[in-house]
Structure formats: C-alpha cells, structure tokens
Nanobody, 128 residues
C-alpha cells in the first residue's frame, strides 16, 4: 500500500525553525513529485511547495519563498520541508502528497487532481 507519513511538526516561537519530513513506502519514490500543503480549520488547503522526481527547480508558493526549502532523499524515500523564520500565520496542519507523475508543473501542483495519495498531516503551531 502507498503510504506517506509526515513528522516534525510542533510548537515553536516566532522566528524559529522546523524541519518537516514526509516518509513514504509502497511505491517507487524516485519516480514521483512530492508536494507540501497546509490547511487551517475553516479554510481551503493551500499548496506550499513541490519538488519533482529529480529535485531540480522546485516550486515555491509566495507564502514559502525565501523562508522554506524543499528537498528529497530518494535513497531514504523521504521528502523534507525546512521552514525558517516561522510566523504565527504559518500555523496549520501540514500535509505531503504524492503527485501522479514526476513533474510539479509549477503552481498547478496544488490542483486537487494532481495528487493521488496524501499523508495524515502534522501540526505546526507558531506562537507570537
């Protein structure tokens, strides 16, 4: 079975950092792009960042540019989201997803049809 498991969330103060991990199993990780999303209760899930199978030219939404860094380790079948300079408005549940193929296609990665499997999420809370 395809599985994605997020970890690394927690409670931090403004300006601090967290590194989220997306550990996967049940599929050939190196063949698929991975997306990171976040959701606040009562709001739509929004795309944060996406990395292609090769890791070249990752995409960042405006909310992530300059503060977040996406990466992947194909040998470990794991993707990461390094989040620096966290702000209270970054508070959300963060999810990773497997896209249906190797590419992110820029901002289109966040379209619902692009992801076929999801993790259960990890809570990130940033206090002011």
């Amino acid at each position: 079975d395809v599985q994605l498991v997020e970890s690394g969330g927690g409670l931090v103060q403004t300006g601090e950092s967290l590194r989220l991990s997306c550990s996967t199993s049940g599929f050939y990780f190196a063949d698929f792009a991975i997306g990171w999303f976040r959701q606040v209760p009562g709001k739509q899930r929004e795309g944060v960042s996406c990395i292609s199978d090769s890791g070249v030219n990752p995409y960042y939404a405006d909310i992530a540019k300059g503060r977040f860094t996406i990466s992947r380790d194909n040998a470990k079948k794991t993707a990461y989201l390094q989040m620096d300079g966290l702000k209270p408005e970054d508070t959300a549940v963060y999810y990773c997803s497997r896209l249906g193929g190797p590419d992110c296609y820029g901002s289109h990665f966040s379209a619902p049809a692009m992801s076929d499997f999801w993790g259960r999420g990890t809570q990130v809370t940033v206090s002011s």
